[in-house]
Nanobody, 128 residues
Framework: QVQLVESGGGLVQPGGSLRLSCVIS?????????IGWFRQVPGQEREGLSC????????YYADSVKGRFAISRGNGNSTVYLLMTSLKPEDTGVYYC????????????????????WGQGTQVTVSS
């Protein structure tokens, strides 16, 4: 069993920054799991934003966030961050992290159905 807990969301003005955290815990080896970050807006499909491969060698960003968001893994390996800069009102939504529990894989995906394990989400609101 695995648990993911997101934090770091909040209210920020346009142009501001936030850093989201995703702490992974549970049974088995989770230090080198592939991780994806997603955003959900009411009435819209969940949007894949970024992912980090289990071996930390590969990242991927959706065009909507490329150049503004950065995904990284913490030194303890059980925490994955999403640094969000130059935030826009359209970045508002609930942000989720997810894992497929693959260990050390060089691949990752921003397709939501690739991930069976999800956190509860953290709200990000970008507004003046």
């Amino acid at each position: 069993q695995v648990q993911l807990v997101e934090s770091g969301g909040g209210l920020v003005q346009p142009g501001g920054s936030l850093r989201l955290s995703c702490v992974i815990s549970g049974d088995g080896l989770f230090d080198y799991n592939a991780i994806g970050w997603f955003r959900q807006v009411p009435g819209q499909e969940r949007e894949g934003l970024s992912c980090l491969s289990g071996d930390d060698r590969n990242t991927y960003y959706a065009d909507s966030v490329k150049g503004r968001f950065a995904i990284s893994r913490g030194n303890g390996n059980s925490t994955v961050y999403l640094l969000m800069t130059s935030l826009k009102p359209e970045d508002t939504g609930v942000y989720y992290c997810a894992t497929d529990r693959s260990v050390g894989s060089p691949y990752c995906s921003i397709v939501s159905k690739s991930y069976p394990f999800w956190g509860q989400g953290t709200q990000v609101t970008v507004s003046s």
